[in-house]
């Protein structure tokens, strides 16, 4: 199957700083990436849609000024988000669609603001 | 509206056979999903189906019938590392995939 690189596996920020998470489609071109967040014990909830060389489109209740997400190429997207707080501290998964089926997910990002 | 539904949790024993459904309402339809997603980790991709049957995979199957909305995932000769999350995903008309709230499968020895 496809592959779908996240970095970092795992992060600990300070609070009030800000954190980027790479989200690479290491063979395919992924015009689609997806932005998901997981507390734990909980299902996937979907943050937002990124099409390569278009603003992403955020589900309702995801602040788009704190996630920033950059989908500048058909095999990267990031997210960052800026001025972390302790509330933010979640499980971030991406994954990438492929132009024929499915979603291909990264490792997810651990992230744990203190 | 859309939903997914699946059971929350269900427990089997080692070597035996479950079989976890999901049911499924979306606008418009592109296959259904499932992945396994251990404890901590990123979910993985198990299988795909798109058309009406059963789709076999080593120990693992999944069916699908669109005309009742219905799909299972089928585990047999169950092991204790398939103890996880089973999330069941309906890819909808915009590509889109809408998420089950996952089944924890737990296994006995």
């Known amino acids: 199957g496809a592959v779908v690189s996240q970095h970092p596996s795992w992060v600990i920020c300070k609070s009030g700083t800000s954190v980027k998470i790479e989200c690479r489609s290491l063979d395919f071109q992924a015009t689609t990436m997806f932005w998901y967040r997981q507390f734990p014990k909980q299902s996937l909830m979907l943050m937002a849609t990124?099409?390569?060389?278009?603003?992403?489109?955020?589900e309702q209740g995801v602040e788009k000024d704190k996630f920033l997400i950059n989908h500048a190429s058909l095999t990267l997207s990031t997210l960052t988000v800026t001025s972390a707080h302790p509330e933010d501290s979640s499980f971030y998964i991406c994954s990438a669609r492929d132009s024929h089926v499915g979603a291909f997910f990264g490792q997810g990002t651990r992230l744990t603001v203190v | 509206g859309q939903n997914i539904d699946q059971p929350t949790e269900m427990t089997a024993t080692e070597g035996a056979i479950v079989q976890i459904n999901c049911t499924y309402q979306t606008s418009g339809f592109n296959g259904l999903f499932w992945y396994q997603q251990h404890a901590g980790e990123a979910p993985t991709f198990l299988s795909y189906n798109v058309l009406d049957g059963l789709e076999e995979k080593g120990r693992f199957s999944s069916f699908l019938s669109r005309s009742k909305g219905y799909s299972y995932l089928l585990l047999k000769e169950l092991q204790m590392k398939d103890s996880a999350s089973y999330l069941c995903a309906s890819m909808d008309s915009n590509y889109q995939l809408i998420w089950g709230a996952g089944t924890k499968l737990i296994i006995k020895p």
């Open positions: 990124s099409n390569e060389g278009s603003k992403a489109t955020y």
